[in-house]
Structures are given as structure tokens and as C-alpha cells.
């Protein structure tokens, strides 16, 4: 392919891979990206149509003044952030370049700015895509720096020819191909290695701007029953919980659930949890907030937790947590152990440890809830709107010879996950308030309906309850040791209030027997499990895990010169130590000057020999100095006619000085001798 | 001690220099930029191109060190530089390399002159040198006075691979030259219309008109020469041998010491070295003689070479000829009558 041409098209797909960031980090959408496709092909097409006149200038200037118009305007006044008006600014400012192209100089041009696409995509994208864009774009741009350099000198030298012909002919193959690929990967792997050791040592100071994400219903302060209808149908991976304990296995974890947010009150239609007292929490130095304290009623277990771009402000972990590390400055916590995070940036990657209950385990000793639960309290969690009396005798038959109300909460859970059934479709039947449709009409839901169901009509019979929103534990990915949660994976259960236990959670929502197990396929898992890495190692790659991975190569390194050493007692003695020492210097010193990279080049031409210079020394007293243009053989035959009787000694000493300066051989010993001999002749008095 | 001068002389005098070029300064520019976005932002995608940027410039270097390493330069200057007139120097990029080819390199002309160029004249790009090759380059370059002239020199450059940054190697072809005066053609009737001259029969062979000698013909004789009369008698091929023409054996005189006038100085000396380079091309003995500035009688291009010398190098405030001691033949020689040319150096 002639050069020009493959300059041409690697910088069209440049281009193109810009366009693909911009579009994975939604700066724009499907259709804009389609149009700007388009524009770049017919910009490839347009260099023929202008060369046979077909498009007038003042015509293409007339649209280019237009654009520039509405590009301003856009940049000042129509675009949703600074960011994207930027974008549609260098969109514009690379389709300029392509269109009115006169030279490799706009092409290169264009090329250059397309990374300026990926900047503006790397503000605010964590896909795992941008990596396919970054690696081929890196590919991409080395080849074309190679080819627009070697293009260029080409027209600069004008060789052979015409400068405007001779890149076409050049044809672009064979060796500098493979040095291009060899450049590329070196460039990608040194990337790669950069990006690990650059030290992490700022502070986010300037947020650009993370995007939000969807919107999702049922994680808000106010939840209609029912909203988790329209997203437990779809399976996007909303979170993965890597789990850091190695040694922990899933299956130890039974009813492992990630709680976001819990409501107290009810109104009949909507739970919701505005009036709950709620206080600031500060980070502390150490950059974590502590939010509870171990009760010692299970296993600690440590998440870091990956969330993709969420419309809540819920920060999701399993129940109970107890630390949490974020890079938010600040945390929100109700007093129900609810915690939310403004920042949706800093929600995207944090770390809980969190004191899972294993159900039936005693606390442990001084770890009893430590305040009795005062009678407003009390009164606040069995606050019912007023409600249709069946649901308080359902309730009271249900309950009927409990002895406690863990039994109660258990009777009612049981009764509700073998008597009715869960169900996606949530369409209204009667004008009967929701519940009651649900309890006495179709006796259908979701698992709203299961856990306000439970909560009311324990409430009604005075056992206090809460409903906890959140997220199933997911599928375990066992390539990459996480939990993989799905949007659809949203659920909602009840928090029972058990004196001397406090809050334990009941679910009875029989969903697990409704939903058909999908099991995701191999090829799925290592896509996510890729994706997860992407997310634990690039994206969220920090001070941290830099310390750790240092540390990591200490610890290795001293492993193996323990495991080197031999015998195992053996210590290198101060003397041998110095020798060796010693014995490496001078050998690198010899090299170094060998291979004239430290020391001053001692080839042949480097200075005059010292018995020359003293010769001519010894002549310059007698008013004999070499011309400035005479060479050393003419000063010779000038000397043998001034002073005759020293004509024989500088005659030799002439011919040693010429082999020991331009020869490539040393002089031998005996040469040496008969030159300092021929030296004494020279001094000798006449 | 030494390794701490060596050190320091390879500090300053390192062997390659580097300098972005107006690419190479944005490539730096951005990677800043970013690298300050980056940090403020703590985006770790940020980071991603900053890491691209730095790799970028450090295979840049890698590579470009790559195609420089092994490449010797080595200039050819010509044995006779005359001033004024355009002198074809050369270089030889000798990669001595074992296995890699070196691209991309630029043989860049470092003379003042040179500057004024258009960058193909200045530049000569080389596309690549393979491993164990040579490649020889050359250039005109008109130097514009007489005297010692230190060449400016060349030096081997590249941009590759990216065109980010120029690396340069150590100049070559920076030897000192002596550059003989500006010389004109002198036509053989103008040198026959100058001065008054004395002949003398010289009996030697040389390129004039009187029979020096036959002989048998050799390959490689002029057929032109062959005497048929003789070659009739013999029965072999014989060649007519000339004799020399001695006729013009001059002996140049420069008078005055051109303390007067520059202009006139330098138009003398020129002069004289225009006829001593077309009496020596014609076959004629010349010496030259002036104020501090001897060369005695002699021949053929080693003489001219001397007189050139002496002509290039000399000075109104310390004149000094460079004359090699004549031979005993051409001292023998000298007592024949010369004709003598005088030229006024003002």
C-alpha cells in the first residue's frame, strides 16, 4: 500500500476510534455517531471531488462559517456541560481538518486532535471498552506518527522527484512495517508499566463530571410499592462485590443480601423514610468512617464493592456494616443504619467490612443492643396508616400462640412464601388499596408487596418492623472471586425488631422458587470477570494498592534470596565484598571506556603522543615550530635542513608519532625504547 | 580523578544531543496537562494517556537511539579547494551495526551558508542504512576566501520514529582546509602573449612539439603517435616520443607586499594562481617568487599543489611560504632561463 494511502486510512480509523470513545462515554449518542461516521467518509471522498472542481470554495467556506455559528452557540448556550460543548467543538474542528485537508500536515492535524476525543472520553467513562478504544488507538497512532514522519521527510527532501508525487509512489512495506509493530507494543507495554508506578499522589480536587447513571426507582427516600416491577426484568450488572478474604467461601454465606435503603413508615402506597433523624459523619485520617461497632454475632467479612453508575444515593453493603473506606469526604447515617453518599463518583468503588448475623448465634457478652428501644421508638415502627381490619386479623390469626415475636415474624414470613405468589406482573385489579388487593385478591407480587405485607402485619399485631431495600447476593463469578448482582437482582425484605437481639432480618418473598435459574455462560463470566479487573485494577488503581504491590515485590524478592542462599548461614565477608565490589567497577569502568560511553574516545586520532610533543618541544627552543598548513613530514624534511645532525632521530621519531596517532597498531616495546633514544639524540648538545 | 574529568567532559560534551521539535514541545505540553489533570482528578483513565504520552517519548528515544547507535560519518573533503567556486564534499554513513538497519537519517550541512538554503539543499535524507552498509552522500559548498577555512562540518540527524524529537550526533568533516586563491582560465595565447621569454631545448619527454625519441609501440600508445616511416623500416610498430616544451617555464614574480589594498591583493594573488594552474595543466615548469614567498622550479600537480599552498596562505602582516625543499634534479634544472611574469599584489 503506498504510504500516503495507509496514512490516509490509519488516520481515518484514528479518527473513528475517537468517535467510538466519545460514544461509549454516551457524549454522544448512537445517531451522532452514525452522522459523524458518515461526514469522515464523505470527507474521504471530498479531496477527489474538489481536485476535479466539483465543489466551489465559497460554498464550503459558507458551511464552514455556518458551523463555526452554530458550534459557538452550542459551546455557550445549548450544550449540557462545558464537556460536551468541547466535544461538538473538536468533533467540529477534526471534520474541518478532514474536508479542507491541502496537506499531510491537516491530516496529521486531525489525527492528533482524535486524542483529545479520548481525553474528553476518560473524564467520564469506566467502561471496559474504553480499553479496546486505548489499545487500538495506541496502535493506531503509532503507525501513524511513523508513517507521517516518514512521509514527511520524504516531501521535505523531495526524493526523488516531485515532493507532491513521490509519497504516492513510495510504497510503505516490509521492514518499517515491523519496526511500526514493534514500536507499538513496546509503546503499549511501557504504558502499561508507567501506568502501575506513576505515584498516586493527588487529591481529586477538580471533579469532572461523573456520569449519574440511570435512574433507578425503589432505592429513594419514597418508594412506591411496586416500583421494583419494572426493574427486576432487567439483568445489567449493577454491582460486584469482590469478597477480599481469600479463605471465605461464598457458600458459608447463606442469605447474603447488600442493604441500601430501609424505610420506616407507610402510608398505605408508599414507604418511605424522610422524617428518620440522620448525622454527618466526617472521614476520619485514616480515610475511613467507622459506622457501627462488631456485636459478635457472626464473621467479618471485608467487601470492595463496584458499582456501576447508579441514580441513588444509597451506598449498598451486606448488613451490618461496620467501616467503611470512600473517598467521599462526607457520610450520611440514618439512624436505621442507612448510608447514603452525595458524591456519585465516590460511590462508584468502596470498601465495607461488614458483621454478617448468622442466624440463632447468641451475641456475645456486653454486646447486647445497648439501648432498649424507647417508646417512641417503639411507636414509630408500628406506625400503620389506617388500614383495611382484615390485614390486623390475618394478622392476628397467623400469629395466634406465638410465644415471642421472632416466632410471629416467623409465622407470618412462612405464611406468606407458601401462600401466596411471586409474580412480575403487577397490574391492578380492584380499586382495594394495594395491600389489601395483595393479601386478599390476588395474592400475587413482588417482593414489596411480600416485605410491606409482612412489616404491616407485624406492626398490626405490635411487633416493630422496617422495610430494608437492596440487592440479592448475586451470582458468584468464580474467575474472579466476586459477586456479580444484576438490576434485577433489586429486592425487598423485613427488619424485625427482637428484644435482646435487635434487628434480624426475615424475607418471605418466595422468589428464589418463582425465578428459573439462568445460568450465565462461561464466556459471560470471563467477559465480567474481565470487566471486574478493568475495574479493580485501571479504574480504581490507587496509592494503596501501589504501597501493596511494592510491598508485594519486597516480600518476593527477599523470599527468593532466602530461598537462594546457601548455605543458609553463609554472609559475604566485608574484604570479598569490597573486592567483588571493586573488581565490578573497574570492569564497568573498562567497558564504559571501551565502548566510549563514559571515557573520551581513545581511537588513534585522539591526542599527539607524548614523545612527539616533547620532540616538538625540544625544537620550538631551537626556533623550529611545525607550520600551521605543514604536515609532520614536511616539518621533518624543514628540521633535517636546519639542524642536520638531529635530521636521522626526528626522521624516526616522525615516523613513530604518524603509526601511534593514525596507525591502528600500538608500538611495540622495542619501537618505544628507540623512540626514547631517538627523543635523547633530539636533546643531545651539537 | 581522571573518571571524574572523564565524567564531566562527557557531561558537556555528551555524545548525542536531543530537542523536540515543535511536535515533540505539544506531545511534552499535553502529557503536562494532563498529568496535572490527572492528579487533581485522581481518574485513573487520565493517567492511562498520560502513560501513553510518556511511552511514547521514551520509545522515541529507544528507537531513535537505535537508528543513530553504530552509524559513523566520515567526511570526504577534496585534495584542492579553490575560492569561490563550488567544491563537491562528501560524507560516508557507515552503519556498523550487526544486525539492525538504521532509518530515517538526516545528513544535516551545519555552514552559516548553509542556513540560507532551502532545507533539500541543507538536509540530505537518507531513507535508511542497512546493517553493514555504507551510504555516501555529497554536497557543494562554495567557500569564499582563500586561506585556512575550518569546515563547519556535517552531522548525522533523525526524527524518527515518531518526529518528535531531533537527535543529533557529534559534527563531522570539521578539519581545517586550506582554500587556494579564486582561479580563472587562462587561454594558451594569452599565455604566450605574457612577458618575454627565453627558450631553452629542456630533453625531456613532456607534451611539446620537437621528436624526443622513438621507441617500440606499447598498449595503451596514442595510435596518433606512430611513426609509419619507421614502423615501415622495422617491420614493427614505433611511436613518435615529444619533447617537452619548455618554452613556457616561468617564473612568477608577485611584487609589492598588497599592503595597499585587499581588493588588489587577493586580485593578484588570484592571478598568479590562474596562471600557475594553467602553466603547470600545459606542461610548464613554474616557480614562484615573491616577498617572503619561494617555491622554486618544478612540475606536475604535486608543485602546483605547493605554490597553491603558498599563494592561499599568504599574509601581508606575517608572510610565510610553506616551499618544500626543491629536488636535486629540478635544482639542477633551475639555471635554465626562465620567462619571468610579474604580478603586482599593490
Same mark, same amino acid.
Given at each position: ?17 475517537g ?18 461516521v ?11 471531488a474538489? $481536485? #476535479? ?12 462559517? /455556518? ?12 450544550? &449540557? ?14 471534520l474541518?481538518?478532514?474536508? %479542507? ?17 479520548? *481525553? ?15 489499545i ?5 497512532g ?6 507521517n514522519?516518514?512521509?514527511?521527510e ?15 509512489r ?5 521492514? =518499517? ?84 435503603? *430501609? ?9 418511605s ?6 448525622? &454527618? ?11 457501627g ?15 456501576e ?12 456494616? *461496620?467501616?467503611?473506606?470512600m ?22 468503588? &468502596? ?20 439501648? *432498649?428501644m424507647?417508646? /417512641? ?6 406506625? =400503620? ?20 415475636? $421472632? ?15 411471586y409474580?412480575?406482573a ?10 389489601? $388487593? ?7 407480587g ?12 407485624? +406492626? ?64 459471560? =463470566? ?13 479504574v ?39 573486592? /567483588? ?8 569502568v ?16 585522539? +591526542?599527539?603522543? /607524548?614523545?612527539?610533543?616533547r620532540?616538538? #618541544? ?5 626556533g ?11 616539518f ?5 635542513? +636546519? ?11 616522525t615516523?613513530? &608519532?604518524?603509526?601511534? +596517532?593514525?596507525?591502528? %597498531? ?21 | ?9 562527557r @557531561? ?41 504520552? @510518556? ?9 531513535s ?12 573533503a ?24 538504521s ?16 532545507s ?12 553493514g ?8 559548498? !562554495? ?18 520514529p ?10 563531522? @568533516?570539521?578539519e ?39 621507441r617500440?609501440?606499447?598498449a ?29 617555464? !616561468? ?24 596562471l ?26 604535486a ?44
Open positions: 500500500m503506498p504510504a500516503l494511502l495507509a496514512l490516509r486510512l490509519v488516520t481515518y480509523l484514528m479518527v473513528c476510534t468517535v467510538a470513545a466519545l460514544y461509549l462515554a454516551n457524549l454522544i449518542g448512537a445517531a451522532g455517531a452514525v452522522l459523524v458518515l461526514a469522515i467518509l464523505v470527507s474521504w471522498g471530498h479531496e477527489h474538489r $481536485e #476535479r472542481g466539483a465543489v466551489r470554495p465559497a460554498l464550503g467556506w459558507s458551511l464552514v462559517a /455556518a458551523a463555526a455559528v452554530a458550534i459557538a452557540i452550542d459551546l455557550f448556550y445549548l450544550a &449540557y456541560s462545558l464537556l460536551d460543548g468541547m466535544v461538538h467543538l473538536l468533533l467540529f474542528l477534526i474541518l481538518r478532514l474536508f %479542507a485537508r491541502r496537506g499531510l500536515r491537516d491530516l496529521r492535524d486531525a489525527g492528533l486532535l482524535s486524542f483529545f476525543m479520548l *481525553v474528553a472520553a476518560a473524564s467520564i467513562s469506566f467502561s471496559l471498552g474504553f480499553l479496546l478504544v486505548y487500538t488507538f495506541l496502535l493506531l503509532t503507525w501513524m506518527l511513523i508513517l514522519h516518514v512521509v514527511t520524504l516531501e521535505q527532501a523531495g526524493w526523488p522527484g516531485d515532493a507532491a508525487t513521490v509519497a504516492r513510495v510504497f510503505f512495506r516490509g521492514p =518499517l512495517t515491523q519496526v511500526s509493530l514493534v514500536a507499538a507494543a513496546i509503546t503499549l507495554a511501557l504504558a502499561a508499566g508507567l501506568f502501575f508506578v506513576i505515584p498516586r499522589v493527588g487529591q481529586a480536587a477538580l471533579p469532572l463530571r461523573a456520569s449519574i447513571g440511570r435512574m433507578v426507582t425503589g432505592f429513594s427516600d419514597n418508594v412506591d410499592l411496586g416500583s421494583f416491577g419494572d426493574i427486576e426484568s432487567d439483568r445489567s450488572v449493577v454491582m460486584r462485590v469482590y469478597l477480599a478474604d481469600e479463605g471465605l467461601d461464598p457458600t458459608t454465606l447463606p442469605g447474603l443480601r447488600w442493604r441500601g435503603v *430501609v424505610f420506616d413508615q407507610f402510608d398505605g402506597r408508599t414507604w423514610s424522610v422524617a428518620a433523624p440522620r448525622r &454527618y459523619m466526617q472521614r476520619t485520617v485514616a480515610g475511613d468512617f467507622g459506622v461497632l462488631p456485636r459478635g454475632t457472626g464473621p467479618m467479612v471485608r467487601q470492595e464493592i463496584y458499582l453508575p447508579l441514580g441513588s444515593d444509597a451506598v449498598f453493603a451486606a448488613p451490618r456494616a *461496620v467501616r467503611l473506606e473517598r467521599s469526604p462526607t457520610l450520611v447515617v440514618d439512624d436505621m443504619g442507612g448510608l447514603t453518599v452525595s458524591d456519585s463518583g465516590a460511590r462508584l468503588h &468502596y470498601v465495607v467490612e461488614s458483621e454478617i448475623d448468622t442466624p440463632g448465634r447468641p451475641l456475645g457478652a456486653g454486646h447486647r443492643p445497648s439501648v *432498649v424507647t417508646a /417512641a421508638e417503639r411507636a414509630r415502627y408500628l406506625q =400503620l396508616p389506617p388500614l383495611a381490619p382484615e390485614i390486623a386479623r390475618l394478622a392476628r390469626e397467623v400469629t395466634a400462640g406465638s410465644v415471642d415475636a $421472632e416466632a410471629a415474624a416467623g409465622r407470618i414470613s412462612a405464611h406468606l412464601s407458601t401462600n401466596y405468589r409474580t412480575l403487577l397490574k391492578r385489579q380492584t380499586a382495594l388499596a394495594p395491600l389489601e $388487593e395483595f393479601l386478599f385478591v390476588r395474592r400475587s413482588n417482593c414489596e408487596y411480600f416485605a410491606a405485607a409482612m412489616a404491616v402485619m407485624l +406492626r398490626s399485631v405490635g411487633v416493630p418492623a422496617r422495610v430494608a431495600a437492596g440487592f440479592q447476593q448475586g451470582e458468584w463469578n468464580q474467575y474472579g472471586r466476586y459477586f456479580m448482582v444484576r438490576l434485577s437482582d433489586a429486592h425487598a425484605w423485613v427488619e424485625v425488631y427482637l428484644d435482646g437481639r435487635g434487628w434480624v432480618a426475615f424475607d418471605p418473598s418466595p422468589r428464589a422458587e418463582a425465578e428459573t435459574e439462568e445460568t450465565p455462560g462461561r464466556l459471560s =463470566l470471563y467477559l465480567d470477570a474481565a470487566r471486574m479487573r478493568w475495574y479493580r485494577y485501571v480504581n488503581w490507587s496509592l494503596r494498592d501501589q504501597v501493596q504491590l511494592a510491598a508485594s515485590f519486597h516480600r518476593q524478592a527477599t523470599d527468593a534470596r532466602v530461598a537462594l542462599a546457601w548455605p543458609r548461614d553463609w554472609r559475604v565477608s566485608p574484604a570479598v565484598g569490597t573486592g /567483588a565490589g571493586l573488581a565490578v567497577v573497574v570492569a564497568l573498562w567497558w564504559l571506556g571501551r565502548h566510549g560511553h563514559v571515557l573520551p574516545r581513545s581511537g588513534p586520532t585522539a +591526542r599527539i603522543p /607524548a614523545f612527539y610533543e620532540a616538538l #618541544r625540544l625544537l620550538a627552543r631551537r623550529l615550530a611545525p607550520g600551521v598548513a605543514e604536515t609532520a613530514r614536511q621533518a624534511s624543514r628540521v633535517g635542513e +636546519r639542524t642536520p645532525d638531529r635530521a636521522a632521530a626526528f626522521d624516526r621519531l615516523g613513530y &608519532y604518524e603509526r601511534a +596517532r593514525f596507525g591502528d %597498531a600500538a608500538l611495540s616495546e622495542a619501537e618505544r625504547q628507540d623512540a626514547l633514544r631517538s627523543l635523547a639524540a633530539l636533546n643531545a648538545r651539537s | 580523578m581522571t573518571l571524574v574529568r572523564a565524567a564531566l567532559w @557531561l558537556f560534551h555528551p555524545r548525542r544531543t536531543i530537542k523536540p521539535t515543535r511536535d515533540g514541545w505539544w506531545c511534552l505540553l499535553v502529557a503536562v496537562g494532563l498529568g496535572v489533570a490527572a492528579i487533581n482528578t485522581g481518574n485513573n483513565l487520565l493517567y492511562l494517556l498520560v502513560s501513553a504520552l @510518556l511511552a511514547l517519548i521514551v520509545v522515541s528515544g529507544i528507537l537511539e537505535q537508528s543513530m547507535r553504530g552509524l559513523d560519518l566520515t567526511g570526504v577534496p585534495d584542492e579547494i579553490y575560492a569561490g567556486q563550488p567544491a563537491l564534499l562528501g560524507a560516508t554513513i557507515a552503519n556498523r551495526k550487526g544486525w539492525f538497519t532509518y530515517s537519517v538526516t545528513v544535516e550541512l551545519l555552514a552559516p551558508e548553509a542556513r540560507a538554503l532551502e533539500t539543499s541543507r538536509f540530505i535524507y537518507v531513507r535508511r542504512v542497512e546493517a552498509r555504507e551510504r555516501l552522500v555529497t554536497w557543494e559548498e !562554495t567557500l569564499p576566501r582563500r586561506g585556512r577555512h575550518r569546515l563547519t562540518g556535517v552531522r548525522i540527524t533523525t526524527r524518527f515518531f518526529g518528535l524529537f531531533v537527535k543529533a550526533a557529534r559534527p563531522a @568533516l570539521t581545517e582546509v586550506v582554500v587556494f586563491p579564486a582561479v580563472r582560465p587562462v587561454s594558451a595565447e594569452s599565455l604566450r602573449r605574457l612577458g618575454e621569454s627565453g627558450e631553452a631545448s629542456a630533453r625531456r619527454r613532456g607534451r611539446g612539439n620537437d621528436l624526443y625519441n622513438l617500440g609501440y606499447r595503451g600508445d596514442d595510435p596518433r603517435f606512430i611513426h609509419w616511416r619507421s614502423s615501415a623500416k622495422t617491420e614493427g610498430l614505433m611511436v613518435r616520443e615529444l619533447e617537452a616544451d619548455t618554452s613556457q617555464n !616561468t617564473r612568477l614574480v608577485l611584487v609589492g607586499r598588497g599592503r595597499r589594498g585587499a581588493e588588489a591583493l587577493e586580485r593578484g594573488l588570484s592571478e598568479a594562481a590562474s600557475a594552474v594553467a602553466l603547470v595543466r600545459a606542461g610548464a615548469g613554474v616557480e614562484l617568487a615573491g616577498p617572503d614567498c619561494e617555491v622554486p622550479l618544478g612540475h606536475g600537480r608543485h602546483l599543489r605547493r605554490m597553491l599552498t603558498a599563494l592561499a596562505l599568504y599574509d601581508t602582516e606575517a608572510p610565510r611560504a610553506v616551499p618544500a625543499p626543491p629536488s636535486g634534479a629540478e635544482a639542477r634544472r633551475s639555471h635554465f632561463p626562465l620567462r619571468e611574469i610579474r604580478i603586482a599584489l599593490a
